[in-house]
C-alpha cells in the first residue's frame, strides 16, 4: 500500500497527537494554571500516541506521505518502545529535584518534540525524511541536554553536543548526496537496487565507500558508536538526570532502528531464508564488527576508571552500543530478532539504573561512586537492591533480563560462527562485570561514613522502580512475550 | 515424588523469601527458620538415598516441561548416580552450615538468605538436564557467593569477592559461547542435555576440539587446576566458615562435576584426546603443587585451602584414566573430599572463634586443653591424610589403583605426594595440638554442643565410608562404567594407544 498526503494522515495518528501535544503543552503553560500537573499532561499526551501506534488504524505493511515514512510493525515496535522511554523519562522528571522550577512548558514540549522525531527515524524510508528526523532529533536533544541553563556543565555539554552534532550530521548529508549523485534516487529500497548495479560494475569503488562511510557518521554519532562517541560522556554528565537516561535508551533505540532500515534494504539483499548478503565488493559487515568490537572495548575499559555513576553508565552504554551492533553484523533474522529484544532489555535495565541514581542524586546533590557509600546499611536496602538487580543485569547475568538479551545477541554471532567477535564480547562481559560491580561493592560491601544521608524512597520513583524492576526479573526468567514480539516486528521494507 | 527434584531445589529457595519476610530484631528466629529450610532438602536426600535404582547408569526421576519453546529451552530435571551423590552431599553440608554460622551477628537475615539462595543454586546444578538451565543456576551462585564473602567474610573481604567473581565469570562466559556452539550444531537446536550426548559421534573434530578447551577451562577454574587456582585461596580464607565449607565441600565439585557430566560424554573425542595433558598431568601436578604450597602456610585456614587444591588433584587424576576403578575412585574422591574438608574447616573454625587468629605457630598443646576438639581433629587429619580405615583411603587408592594401569611414571609421582599430605598435616598436628601447652590458650573451652552436632555427622561418615564405601560406590557405579564406555569407545583401542 502507497498512500499520498491526504489518505496518509488517518495512519499518522500517533506523530499527531505528539505534534500537537507539544504545542498544546506550550499553550496550557501560557494561558492555564496548571504548571505543576504538565508532567502529568505530557505522559497522557504520550501514552495516547503509544495506543494509537498500537491500536490505531494500520496496515500490514505500507507506505505513507509518497514513500517518505513506513508503516510496518518494525516501525510499530520502536514507536511502543520509543514511547515508553518518554512516559518513564517524563516520569523521572516529574520527580527529579535538578529540574524543579525549571520552565516545565517548555521541557515537557521539547521532549515530546524529540519523540516525534525519533518516531520519524524509527520509519524513515527515505534520504531526506531520515536526514529531517535527526537533525530533528538532534536539535530537540541540544536544548535538552542544556537545559539547566545555569550549571556549566549544562552548557558545556549542550555546547559540545552541538559542535560534533553539527559536525556529524554535515559528514552525513555529504554521504547521503554522493549515494544520490551515484543512483539517483534516495529511496532506501530503489537505492538497494541501484547500488547492486553501480556495485556490480565498480566492485570496490572507493566513492561508494567512501559515502557509505560518511553516511554512517550522522547514525553512529546518534548511537554513540566508537569513534563518532567523544561527545556522550560529557554530554550524559552534564544533562539533567532524566535527559541523559532519555539519551542513552531512547536515542540509540531509535539510532538502532534507522541504522537497520537503511544498512539493510539499500546495501545488501535479502536471500529470503532469513539471511541477508552484503552488496558486492563493500565488505561493510566486516567494518562493522571491528567497529562494534573496538565500541564494546573502549566503552568497558573507559568506564573502568570514572568515578561519577552518570559518567561511568555513559561509557556503559557506549558498550551496549557495541553488544547491539553485534547483532547488527550478522546480517541474520536472528540478529534482528536479538537487537529488538535487547532494545527492551535495555530500556528496563538502563532505565531502572538511571531512576536509582537519580533518587541518590536528589537526595545527596551527589553523582560519584561515593554517594552510594554503604548505601544498603543507611535505611537505603530497598534501593540498594533494586540498583544491584540493574546493574548485573546489565553486566549480563542470570537470572536477569540482561543475561537472556546478552544470550540472544551471542547465540547471533555463533550461529555465524563469527569466533572472534564471539570471544572479543565474552572478555567485555567480564570487565564490565568488575566497574558495576565497583557500585555495588560501595553499596553493600562498604560501611556508610557518620552523616552519609538516608535514602528513602517515594512513592512516585518507588513505583516507576518498581515496574523496571519487574520487567528485569519476569523477563528474566520468563520472556516468551518479548522474543515473539521482536519475531512480528521484524517486518519492513526491503526484508 | 513427581517433582522431588523440583522441591529439593527450590524449598531453600522459599526458605530464603521467609527469612527475608521475617522481622530484623529477632536473630534467633531467623537462624531457626534457616535451618528448618535445610532440613526437608535433607529428608528428601535421604528418602533420594533409599529409593534410588543402583542398578542402572540412566537418569532418574526425570521431569521434563516447556519452558521457552522458542528459543528450545526446557525445564529438564533429573539425576544419574553423579549427580546423586553430589546431591547429597549438597543437602548434608547445608544444615551443617547453617548451624556453623549460629554466631554471625551482622545483617543475620541477608547472610541466611543468601546461603539459602546460594544452596538453591548448587542443587540446581547437579540436577539440571537442560544446559541452558545448567548455565542459570551455575551463575546464580555467583552473586549470593559474592556478597557472603564479601559482606561477611575477612579483613581482605572485598578483594576476594570479587577475585572469586571474574575468575568464575571468565570461566562462565567461555563456557557461554561453547554452549551456544553446541546448540547450533544439532538441528533442531537444543539444549537438552540427553540429546546433546546422543549426537556425540555426529560433531566434527575441529569443533569438538575448541568447544572442549573452552568448556575445560571453565570447569577448571572452578576445581582450581593450576594455573587457575590463584582465586581460591584467598577466597577460602577471608570467607566465613560455613562459606569456606561449602566453597570448599560443594563448589569445587561442580568442576569435575561439569567435565564428567557435559565434556566427557559430549565430547568424548576430545575427551580422549585432552585427557592425559589436561587431567592427568595437571591432576597430578595439582597434587604436588598443592601440597607443596601447604607445607609452606603459616595460617591453619589457608594451609587447608591449599590441601584442597592437593586433593582436587585426585579426582582429576581418577578421571583421566577413564578405567573403573580410576573414575569410582575420583567420584568417591568429589564426596570424601566434600565431608574430609568441610570437617578441617569447621575445625578451623572453632579455634578461629576462640582465639581470633589462625597461626599454626601461635598454639600449642590443644590436645590437653580441648580433648574433645582434639579427637574430631584427629579423624579429620588422618582421613585427610590418607590413613586407612578412614574414607578417603579408599578413593586415593582406587584411583592410584586405575592411575597404575593407565600410566605408571603418573601413579609414582602421585603416590609419592602422600608422603607430602602426611608431612604438612603431622607437622600441623605436631605444632598446633601436641607440644607444651601455651598458656594463653590454657583456659579455651572446648566444643559446645552446636559445635558437636555440627561435627558429629562428618566424622561418623568419615569413618562408616572408610569401612564400608559400598553406601556410596554403589550409588554411581552403573553411571560411570556406562560414561567410561561412551569415552573410551569414542575411537577404537589401536587410537588410543597412540593418543596416550
Redesign the interface.
Known amino acids: 500500500m502507497d498512500l499520498a498526503n491526504v489518505e496518509s494522515l488517518a495512519y499518522h495518528v500517533p506523530e499527531l497527537v505528539l505534534a500537537g501535544g507539544s504545542v498544546a503543552l506550550l499553550l496550557l503553560d501560557l494561558f492555564t494554571p496548571m504548571k505543576a500537573r504538565l508532567g502529568e499532561a505530557a505522559m497522557l499526551i504520550v501514552a495516547v500516541a503509544v495506543f494509537a501506534a498500537g491500536y490505531g488504524p494500520g496496515v500490514e505493511q505500507g507506505y505513507l506521505f509518497n514513500r517518505m515514512v513506513a508503516l510496518d510493525s518494525f516501525a510499530t515496535f520502536f514507536k511502543f518502545l520509543l514511547g515508553f522511554s518518554a512516559l518513564a523519562t517524563i516520569w523521572m522528571s516529574t520527580g527529579s529535584r535538578e529540574l524543579d522550577g525549571e520552565h516545565p512548558g517548555e521541557y515537557y514540549s521539547i521532549l515530546l518534540a524529540g519523540t516525534l522525531g525519533m518516531f520519524y527515524m524509527a520509519s524513515a524510508t527515505n534520504l531526506l525524511m531520515a536526514y529531517l528526523a535527526l537533525e530533528f532529533v538532534s536539535l530537540t536533544s541540544y536544548v535538552l541536554a542544556g537545559f539547566l541553563r545555569h550549571r556549566a556543565r549544562g552548557a558545556e555539554a549542550a555546547l559540545k553536543y552541538l559542535i560534533y552534532g553539527g559536525v556529524a550530521s554535515g559528514a552525513m548529508l555529504y554521504g547521503f548526496s554522493l549515494l544520490y549523485a551515484l543512483t539517483g534516487t534516495l529511496d532506501f529500497v530503489e537505492l538497494g537496487h541501484k547500488l547492486a548495479a553501480v556495485a556490480a560494475v565498480h566492485a570496490n569503488a572507493p566513492i561508494l565507500f567512501i559515502a557509505v562511510a560518511l553516511s554512517l557518521a550522522g547514525i553512529g554519532y546518534k548511537i554513540a558508536m566508537v569513534p563518532f562517541h567523544q561527545w556522550s560522556p560529557d554530554v550524559y554528565e552534564g544533562a539533567p538526570l532524566p535527559i541523559t537516561a532519555y539519551l542513552a535508551v531512547a536515542s540509540k533505540a531509535a539510532g538502532m532502528a534507522l541504522l537497520i532500515r537503511f544498512f539493510y534494504p539499500a546495501l545488501s539483499s535479502a536471500a529470503g531464508d532469513g539471511t541477508w548478503t552484503a552488496l558486492h565488493g563493500l565488505p561493510w559487515p566486516a567494518l562493522m564488527s571491528v567497529v562494534a568490537m573496538v565500541t564494546m572495548t573502549v566503552g568497558n575499559l573507559t568506564a573502568l576508571r570514572q568515578q561519577n555513576v552518570k559518567r561511568l553508565l555513559a561509557y556503559s552504554s557506549i558498550a551496549h552500543a557495541g553488544y547491539m551492533l553485534m547483532g547488527f553484523v550478522v546480517l541474520s533474522d536472528s540478529g534482528l530478532r536479538a537487537i529488538l529484544f535487547y532494545t527492551v532489555v535495555y530500556y528496563l535495565m538502563n532505565l531502572g539504573a538511571f531512576a536509582v541514581l537519580m533518587l541518590v542524586v536528589n537526595q545527596t546533590g551527589r553523582e560519584d561512586i561515593e554517594a552510594f557509600r554503604g548505601l544498603a546499611w543507611r535505611g537505603g536496602a530497598p534501593a540498594a537492591i533494586a540498583m544491584l538487580i540493574f546493574l548485573f543485569s546489565l553486566a549480563g547475568l542470570p537470572p536477569f533480563a540482561g543475561f537472556i538479551g546478552k544470550a540472544y545477541l551471542f547465540a547471533a554471532v555463533v550461529e555465524q560462527k563469527m569466533w572472534l567477535l564471539a570471544f572479543v564480547a565474552a572478555a567485555n562481559s567480564v570487565v564490565a562485570l568488575y566497574y558495576y560491580a565497583r557500585v555495588v561493592r560501595s553499596m553493600f560491601l562498604d560501611q556508610p561514613l557518620a552523616g552519609d544521608p538516608e535514602i528513602a524512597v517515594d512513592t512516585s520513583n518507588g513505583v516507576l522502580i518498581g515496574m523496571l524492576l519487574a520487567g528485569t526479573l519476569v523477563f528474566g526468567l520468563w520472556w516468551t512475550p518479548v522474543v515473539n514480539f521482536a519475531d512480528r516486528s521484524l517486518v519492513f521494507f526491503g526484508n | 515424588m513427581e517433582y522431588l527434584l523440583t522441591l529439593m531445589t527450590f524449598l531453600p529457595l522459599l526458605g530464603a523469601l521467609v527469612v527475608l519476610a521475617l522481622p530484623r530484631d529477632n536473630a534467633n528466629l531467623v537462624r531457626w527458620t534457616a535451618l528448618a529450610s535445610t532440613i526437608p532438602g535433607l529428608l528428601l536426600g535421604v528418602w533420594l538415598f533409599e529409593n534410588f535404582d543402583r542398578s542402572v547408569g540412566t537418569m532418574q526421576f526425570v521431569e521434563r516441561h516447556e519452558?521457552?519453546?522458542?528459543?528450545n529451552v526446557q525445564y529438564l530435571m533429573g539425576v544419574d548416580g553423579l549427580s546423586v551423590s553430589m546431591l547429597l552431599l549438597t543437602v548434608l553440608l547445608s544444615p551443617l552450615c547453617v548451624l556453623a554460622s549460629w554466631n554471625i551477628e551482622k545483617g543475620v537475615k541477608g547472610y541466611f538468605a543468601l546461603f539459602l539462595l546460594l544452596e538453591t543454586g548448587m542443587l540446581g546444578v547437579f540436577a539440571a538436564l537442560d544446559f541452558f538451565l545448567f548455565?542459570?543456576f551455575w551463575?546464580?551462585m555467583?552473586?549470593p557467593m559474592?556478597?557472603l564473602i564479601?559482606?561477611w567474610g575477612g579483613p581482605r573481604?572485598?578483594y576476594a569477592?570479587?577475585k572469586f567473581?571474574?575468575y568464575t565469570?571468565?570461566g562462565s562466559?567461555?563456557m557461554?559461547?561453547a554452549m551456544?556452539?553446541l546448540?547450533?550444531a544439532n538441528t533442531p537446536h537444543t539444549f537438552d542435555l540427553l540429546v546433546l550426548m546422543e549426537r556425540a559421534p555426529t560433531y566434527a573434530r575441529g569443533f569438538q576440539a575448541w568447544a572442549w578447551i573452552a568448556l575445560f577451562i571453565g570447569f577448571a577454574i572452578k576445581i582450581p587446576a593450576f594455573p587457575f587456582h590463584t582465586w581460591l585461596p584467598d577466597a577460602h580464607v577471608e570467607a566465613p566458615t560455613a562459606i569456606s565449607v561449602i566453597l570448599a565441600g560443594v563448589l569445587l565439585k561442580m568442576g569435575t562435576y561439569g567435565i564428567l557430566r557435559i565434556c566427557y560424554p559430549i565430547f568424548p573425542l576430545a575427551t580422549l584426546q585432552y585427557a592425559f595433558w589436561s587431567l592427568a598431568a595437571l591432576g597430578c601436578w595439582n597434587i604436588v603443587y598443592g601440597a607443596l604450597c601447604a607445607m609452606a602456610q603459616k595460617d591453619m585456614k589457608s594451609l587447608v585451602a591449599y590441601s584442597s587444591i592437593s586433593h582436587m588433584g585426585y579426582v582429576m587424576l581418577g578421571m583421566a584414566t577413564l578405567t573403573p576403578q580410576g573414575m569410582n575412585g575420583a567420584v568417591l574422591q568429589m564426596f570424601n573430599h566434600g565431608t574430609v574438608t568441610a570437617m578441617l574447616f569447621l575445625l578451623v573454625g572453632v579455634i578461629y572463634d576462640r582465639a581470633h587468629h589462625r597461626n599454626i605457630d601461635g598454639f600449642g598443646g590443644l590436645a590437653s586443653v580441648m580433648p574433645v576438639y582434639t579427637g574430631f581433629v584427629t579423624i579429620a587429619f588422618f582421613a585427610a591424610l590418607g590413613l586407612p580405615g578412614l574414607s578417603a583411603f579408599i578413593s586415593e587408592v582406587l584411583v592410584l589403583m586405575g592411575t597404575w594401569e593407565y600410566s605408571k611414571p603418573v601413579a609414582i609421582v602421585a603416590a609419592s605426594a602422600v608422603v607430602l599430605t602426611a608431612g604438612y598435616m603431622l607437622w600441623m598436628l605436631q605444632r598446633v595440638w601436641l607440644g607444651p601447652v601455651n598458656e594463653k590458650y590454657a583456659a579455651l573451652p572446648d566444643l559446645s554442643w552446636r559445635e558437636i552436632v555440627t561435627l558429629a555427622p562428618l566424622a561418623v561418615i568419615v569413618v562408616v565410608l572408610g569401612v564400608y564405601p559400598h553406601a556410596v560406590l554403589d550409588l554411581f557405579g552403573p553411571t560411570l562404567v556406562t560414561l567410561g564406555n561412551t569415552v573410551s569407545s569414542a575411537v577404537p583401542a589401536a587410537a588410543q594407544a597412540v593418543l596416550r
Open positions: 519452558w521457552i519453546p522458542a528459543f548455565y542459570i551463575e546464580l555467583l552473586l559474592y556478597f564479601g559482606i573481604r572485598e569477592a570479587i567473581f571474574l565469570l571468565i562466559v567461555l557461554l559461547v551456544l556452539a546448540y547450533f
